[in-house]
Every structure is written in C-alpha cells, then in structure tokens.
C-alpha cells in the first residue's frame, strides 16, 4: 500500500504565495505520474495539475494556469505544487494522488490525507 503524505498547507492572504510537498513511500516513484486535486466544502473534487514520470510533462487545469507549478524531485520521492498569487477560491482541502494520468480522481490509485489551505481576501 503506498503512502503518500501531503504537507505546506496553511492560512494565507489573497496574493500571497505557498508551496505544497507530497512524500511518497511509493518503491517506484520515478516511474509513476503524480497528480495534486482539491476539494472544497460543498463541491467534488478536482483536478489541479499533473505531471509526468520524468517531471518532462504538466497539465494544469485552466483557472490555475500560470499560477500553479507542479514539480518532482524523483532522487527523494517528493512532488511539489508551487502555488502563487492565491485567490479566495483557491481555498480547499489539496490532495495528492498517484497512479492515474488523467483529470478524473476516479483513476488514481493512492491518495494522500490532504493539507488544508485557506486564502483570505
């Protein structure tokens, strides 16, 4: 059963910056694609952005582009969601998630716990 464990959440200001991190126990993380998705209250989760085994390939979802950057360090099984410019609707429980290379949870495998982030306006 692979862990994944999502960390960086916080309370922030509209505009302001975080960084999200995801530590894998995955034995075969350099090969698996990464994916980070949100929920907040009320609403189905969503995709935010993916990234390919290599860290060569990303997909954003629209309303993040150009704000969000999602990275890998593959040497310690970690995959990272930069977030900058945060808006209020920004705010959601963010989760990591493995296994799947698509925009739909329903095809990733293992999920992580979730980091709280909340952006005040």
């Known amino acids: 059963q692979v862990q994944l464990v999502e960390s960086g959440g916080g309370l922030v200001q509209a505009g302001d910056s975080l960084t999200l991190s995801c530590l894998s126990s995955?034995?075969?993380?350099?090969?698996?694609?990464m994916g980070w998705f949100r929920q907040a209250p009320g609403k189905e989760r969503e995709f935010v952005a993916r990234?390919?085994?290599?860290?060569?390939?990303?997909y954003y979802e629209d309303s993040v582009k150009g704000r969000f950057t999602i990275s890998r360090d593959n040497a310690k099984n970690l995959v990272h969601l930069e977030m900058n410019t945060l808006k209020p609707e920004d705010t959601a429980v963010y989760y990591c998630?493995?296994?799947?290379?698509?925009?739909?949870?329903?095809?990733?495998?293992?999920w992580g716990q979730g980091t709280q982030v909340t952006v005040s306006s």
């Open positions: 990234i390919s085994s290599s860290g060569i390939t990303t």
């Open positions: 998630a493995d296994g799947g290379w698509s925009i739909s949870p329903r095809d990733y495998t293992s």
């Open positions: 995955e034995d075969t993380f350099s090969g698996t694609p």
